[in-house]
């Protein structure tokens, strides 16, 4: 049951990036089934986010059209917290694929560049600090001339 769960939810993207479903983003902590009624765990990625409330709802709706599932749960909870180590190389590259720079993946040292997601250049410099939303900052790629913007570590 755990894997259909999982496969469905493969289903919910991120609002923001849609090409990042919330399994490779890290989010779903736990499934449980127990006799028809599901339920399932997910972290907030940065709090006080709008889009939890999307996914919620989106994560409920796929779950109702499982055929054994009677009743569904949806929490989310703080514990453990959802870090940006949490995020699979599949999730990475769907970040890149929507023109994000990823995290560094939890083995990088810090000294390990940025490099940009269209042409894999590391010549690249950080523009502002913040992008549209706090957990991103904008980088301008010296060698393709592209700005782009990177998920930040957390
Ligand atoms: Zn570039």
Partial sequence: ??????????EVKDPEIPT?????LG???AIRFDRGRLEIDLLPTFTGCPAL???????MEKARTLPQVEEVAVRFRLSPAWSTDRITEAGRAQ??????APPQPPKAK?????????????DAVMEAAFGPTRCRSIYYCRNCRNPFEKMKEL
């Fill in 27 to 29: 989010l779903v902590e």
């Fill in 20 to 24: 990042l479903n919330i399994v490779d």
């Fill in 110 to 122: 810090p000294a390990e560049g940025v490099t940009c997601p269209y042409c894999g250049s590391s």
């Fill in 95 to 100: 970040l890149k694929a929507f023109g994000i």
């Fill in 1 to 10: 049951m755990r894997d259909v769960v999982l496969e469905l939810l493969k």
């Fill in 53 to 59: 409330d999307i996914i919620r709802a989106e994560v």
